[in-house]
């Protein structure tokens, strides 16, 4: 990811001085570097939060790293951009927010999909009020393939590695969740068994303002990316399809046949990961709130957690009950 | 829908013989007899019980008379095709199923849905094992506008009236159901609460199989009569959508639009209200079982009772819990 | 054709009463009036000009017979519904036009897909004015298969008898037309060159209106009968898509496939068979013009002779050089 | 022009390696230069041709100065990508060919849509064989909105300046054009009457292999950039939709609405831009020929020649009757 967002900026967002890579493999970071014309390259972030000239920091290191690195770069005085989850554990979170709070930083996290200009109309005309209230809300999110185990091994499992983007989007879209109820299996790759993960799941949703949801996932949807969603209200839908591969259409004496979707995050939400860098990166030069903050990246983390707990005791559970 | 029934016989099923139309009220039937050229119209239904040429009886009476019209119908030997639901109380549908096994007669429930093209294309793609295991199901079942209160009151509430035939879709589709759970409420006609009833609600459930399901349904949907399904499997998908009143689609510098949903059941599943019968007949005729059976009939019914108790206790309620 | 009227007037249009059939073939008059309950059966139509209770006459016979059937029925002084094409000769249809004038009786010509749902719909966009003026047309109107070729030999060849359908919706869609040039061959069935008949085509239109339209024929598209129109504006786009068999899809590895289109012309318009007979009925119980008068159902003829003549000589021909 | 290509190749095609940017008005040329980090900047071309390290030049000028610099850099013995068209002249256009063919380089004309991956599809499925041979062609090409004026007047005409991408792709999807008949007038801009314009038309091709086709354009699409293609075939049809602005669809009382689709060439076709330059750079690299050459280039311009002689003569025009 630290090479996406790299590219990005050096391509995409003029507006942003990229001014250095940090990388633990040196060598990583020097290519990319040399590909892009970027002069400074360092192994240990620290030195960076010394060099005054530097604003802001975005963070795409490992997970486990993220809430220290937070803490140190938050006191460094510097803006920060981190990749989600912010972290497994949610003391860690806290205390990674206290930094920030205390640093009187910007935080944004990396929720990317919020930025995806379909989404992003469906909200606009259900928060516009044109259709009434929302009522339900489905969320289609389905890998097109098992990710290989040994990422699987340490993803954090279903809730916390996938469903946390549809928790977002969830909350995104209609508001603050209440209560979950989740519901899976194994019912693709027996291997997932082993280490207690599931790759099939409905998560429903009740939130504050009384609609109610349904998140389906799947980790291996073989006709792609499914990536739709639905907000019904009172007068009327906004629904998100699906983008195509292509616009080709085959009509045979079998019937009509057209495209995959795209097969996987980077094709879908390519322009995604540039416009939440640049917003982000205006909100620090415009001194604006960022569009996601800590407590957006936190609440997605309590659902997950909310959502394993459904799972694990086999009954609806109140966001109240964790953190 | 009696009416329905015997316009769809004289016109669309010639195969059909019918011999005459009871209602207690008359001139109800007088009318509809006249209109279609039926000689013999009758109040009470047992005159026709004992004409020995009547060879079946097709019931769509009021709910809460089916069970003690059918026993008596299974009584005088004769084939039955019973409008859903069977009855509101478990104990009557046993009674009436007993009474059907122990004549030896066919009983079929009127799940017009089942006979959908495009619901049985889903299924056929799906029983074909082309796209592996079922894994997730999801039913969206939207009535254009909330009936009126008259009827509401009476309508047996949420699940008993409406989703029952999403129930029997969900058994069409992918198998048994072992446990349910429901949320919803009132976010569109406060008048229900008077009587306890919700117009939004999402059930979910886990199938015998392994796989998970959702129904969404809402009583008010205001773009038309929403009825789609998705049946997610191991290597791929199959899915239904929604009927169109027209092809038209209008541009303009808003963008494309297009017609409505067809408006109501009627329209939408007029097919299969002929289908369902000409395949009832058809039974009869060539001493086959129906294609809807009594247990069917009962096992929506129970899947009914379960989604009101889940929904009352807030919990997931096990069929095994019911009857 | 005859006995598709006869199904529908008894079945859907209760405020018609048909009280005889007519057909050379006794037989074949016969068991669709057992079918149907009707009484009278007659060989000649000469005995039902004589009857005074006969108020309107639906000609469904083969072409050649119509002109003259016309003239009959005007001076027996009865309303007449005639199948397209009303001849194949213009003075024959002149003829008949001066013998319906002169009786002062109405005159309908079957062109059913005026009563196209989408087809309608779309005219009323345009007709609006809402998307500006019209500008380009686009018919797309193609055959399932190659019907059989003994038919072929006798229909009239493309532009009269497959076109012609076309030519009245251009003209129902956008207005009179000015000039024709057409182009084609054949492509699909190499028999048809023994009798000169082409197999593929497209006619360009030039209207009154400054608009300029295309249609494009073929009598064999395997996946279905293709019909679909665009009335492209000044300021926006009207189209008319195909109905779809079902509309179940499925997504696999491949792709997403959906079903093909209806097959064939009675799938396809027969809600329209119906409509234009219960508006004929309407008018002349009402004593309204016909929707589609015999300078309608000459135009069309009119533009089939032109697109020959410009086929012939490979020029674009003016209406006014014709009849 | 010339600009978006310097961004693509710096941005997204690493194996270019850009050494220097020309333009007259030097202060554009050095902004640009400045913006990516481009070291060389002149204002007089021959200087770039004396530079033996530069192995191709990227053409993007004004359309009369094309021929006489391909010339120059043909003479230089440097691989050539020029925009379309390649000049107005027919005889310019030789000259240049002659010249890049005496030179032994390699030509390549910039028609990006044959880059764009639905038109693509759709000419892979026509090449297979798969659903027959080719009989109709439809491309519906509009344009947004009518260019201003002051480009209007240079602009080379409809035939020229927009049709030309259409016969290109005709070509590339169905083959030679052996016939053209062209209708069409000012519908929407009056203005263009003054200088003998069109903003509608319809032009209608006889090809090779029997086939035939028709293009319909307009200056003024309100809904969008309308760029849709069709090839109809003996055992099936290919076709090519218009991508979308996203993927929302809101339904309301009034049906479902859906965005407009990409406003411009730049957004549609932006991909197409940066493959058609770096499959030049292959072929220059691999030492292949290119995938349109110069006899493409010229072919369309033929065609908008004959184009141009039917509307005016008003009859179909051999294309061995140009040039």
Do not use: W
């Amino acid at each position: 990811m630290g090479s996406v967002h790299v590219r990005n900026i050096v391509r995409h967002i003029p507006e942003a001085d990229l001014v250095a890579i940090c990388d633990i493999r040196l060598d990583v970071a020097q290519a990319v570097a040399d590909e892009l014309g970027i002069q400074r390259v360092v192994k240990d972030y620290h030195e960076l939060l010394a060099d005054p000239e530097i604003e802001a920091v975005l963070i795409a290191t490992s997970t486990p790293t993220h809430a220290f690195i937070i803490k140190d770069v938050a006191k460094a005085g510097k803006q920060i951009f981190c990749e989600k989850p912010l972290a497994m554990e949610l003391s860690e979170i806290d205390e990674a927010l206290e930094a920030v709070e205390k640093a009187g930083v910007k935080l944004q996290v990396g929720f990317n999909r919020r930025f995806d200009k379909s989404f992003q109309k469906v909200k606009e005309i259900v928060s516009s009020g044109e259709i009434g209230r929302p009522c339900i809300l489905h969320i289609i999110s389905r890998d097109p393939e098992v990710p290989d185990m040994d990422f699987m091994r340490v993803s954090g499992g279903m809730f916390l590695d996938m469903t946390i983007h549809d928790f977002d989007m969830a909350r995104f879209q209609v508001g603050e969740v209440e209560e979950v109820y989740a519901m899976g299996g194994v019912l693709i790759e027996p291997e997932l068994e082993e280490f207690g993960d599931i790759d099939t799941n409905i998560v429903t949703l009740k939130f504050a303002n009384g609609a109610v949801g349904a998140i389906d996932n799947s980790r291996q949807a073989v006709y792609g990316y499914d990536q739709r969603l639905e907000v019904f209200c009172s007068n009327g839908t906004a629904m998100a399809e699906n983008d195509t591969e292509n616009t080709a259409v085959k009509a045979n004496p079998e019937g009509f046949h057209a495209s995959r979707i795209p097969h996987f995050f980077m094709n879908r939400y390519a322009p995604c990961y540039v416009e939440e860098v640049r917003q982000f990166i205006e909100c620090v030069r415009e001194d604006k709130p960022t569009p996601i903050n800590g407590q957006d990246g936190r609440a997605a983390v309590v659902l997950g957690y909310a959502a394993g707990k459904s799972l694990r005791e086999n009954r609806p559970v109140k966001i109240s009950e964790i953190g």
